[in-house]
């Protein structure tokens, strides 16, 4: 019976002993060093957030859109054929490779103004143009920003309208009427949602997210989606022209104008030499913060946000 009893009491201790250590793992969670500290790198952080990007439906895939027909103009001598649309990461740019054949004896430098996508005028969106020597043909691209189809709230090309700018080159330029070329299978254009990143400001119905770093043909550029929800443009700009960059200070030139009730996607541009001196081994972090002007430069300013330092896993 004694031993049955020291048994059963060890057994009780063991169970006890247990379920102190089951416990001890929910206090051993650290927090992140400094109150305004974010980091920005590959992947999420927690799956929390992961499947939050799942339920506002990120597009992470982008293709570029498939013409129905090929043919842009064949007019005044001129005929010009659309070869293919590619997307390239270095320009940020959709391309239209085409062909222009000159019957003319005049060279020709072909452009296209006057752009309209998806029901949306935006004329400096589409760029480039192409030339031929007198009687001859010549190859060329025109460009569609990626950047200037996100400011105007795309998520796809459908729809392509221009006016042909015909330039000999020497004493006249010709406009053609209205060309609409039409697709049939709609590109589709890759976005992040609204309130991924790092919240730099969000007061009186203007919200800025950082959306991380991306590289160009010029240097490293830091994304910006900006949500101006009130009745007036409003301007964005880093607070008092400085930023802190690797640690050390830098001026930053940024200042975007945001019409009222709409989103803007933006980058503020890290090219100067002053930078690129300081961050000849890649940017690790930035520290500034927002200052957000109503009516720009009427003075009224509607805040400023905290001063938040971001970190990146290059």
């Known amino acids: 019976m004694k031993k049955f009893r020291i048994s059963l009491a060890f057994l009780?201790?063991?169970?006890?002993?247990?379920?102190?250590?089951?416990?001890?793992?929910?206090?051993?969670?650290?927090?992140?060093?400094?109150?305004?500290?974010?980091?920005?790198?590959?992947?999420?952080?927690?799956?929390?957030?992961?499947?939050?990007?799942?339920?506002?439906?990120?597009?992470?895939?982008l293709k570029a859109p498939v013409i129905l027909e090929s043919l842009m103009y064949n007019d005044k001598g001129l005929k010009m054929t659309l070869n293919e649309i590619t997307f390239d990461e270095a320009v940020n740019s959709f391309l239209l490779g085409v062909t222009l054949e000159n019957s003319t004896d005049k060279k020709v430098d072909v452009s296209l103004v006057s752009s309209i996508i998806d029901g949306v005028f935006m004329d400096l969106g589409l760029s480039g143009s192409v030339m031929a020597e007198a009687n001859s043909t010549g190859e060329g691209v025109f460009y569609i920003d990626l950047d200037y189809l996100k400011n105007a709230g795309l998520k796809g090309i459908g729809v392509i309208e221009y006016v042909v700018r015909i330039d000999n080159m020497?004493?006249?330029?010709?406009?053609?009427?209205?060309?609409?070329?039409?697709?049939?299978?709609?590109?589709?254009?890759?976005?992040?949602?609204?309130?991924?990143?790092?919240?730099?400001?969000?007061?009186?119905?203007?919200?800025?997210?950082?959306?991380?770093?991306?590289?160009?043909?010029?240097g490293d550029e830091y994304k910006l989606f900006i949500e101006n929800n009130t009745d007036t443009a409003v301007a964005i700009r880093i607070a008092d022209g400085k930023m802190i960059l690797n640690g050390s200070e830098v001026r930053?030139?940024?200042?975007?104008?945001?019409?009222?009730?709409?989103?803007?996607?933006?980058?503020?541009y890290l090219w100067s030499?002053?930078?690129?001196?300081?961050?000849?081994?890649?940017?690790?972090?930035?520290k500034f913060a927002i200052e957000v002007e109503k009516e720009p430069y009427a003075g009224d300013i509607i805040g400023v946000g905290q001063e938040i330092e971001i970190e990146f896993n290059r």
């Open 12 to 61: 009780l201790a063991m169970i006890l002993l247990l379920s102190a250590c089951g416990g001890s793992d929910d206090s051993s969670e650290g927090g992140q060093s400094g109150e305004n500290t974010k980091t920005e790198g590959e992947g999420t952080d927690n799956g929390e957030s992961s499947e939050k990007e799942a339920v506002l439906g990120s597009v992470d895939t």
């Open 170 to 218: 020497v004493d006249d330029i010709q406009y053609s009427e209205r060309v609409k070329l039409e697709t049939s299978e709609a590109g589709v254009i890759p976005y992040t949602p609204n309130d991924a990143g790092v919240e730099l400001f969000n007061k009186d119905g203007v919200r800025v997210v950082g959306q991380g770093l991306t590289k160009s043909v010029m």
């Open 252 to 268: 930053s030139f940024f200042s975007q104008t945001v019409p009222y009730r709409s989103v803007y996607y933006t980058t503020e």
């Open 273 to 286: 030499d002053e930078i690129k001196a300081l961050s000849a081994d890649g940017i690790e972090s930035l």
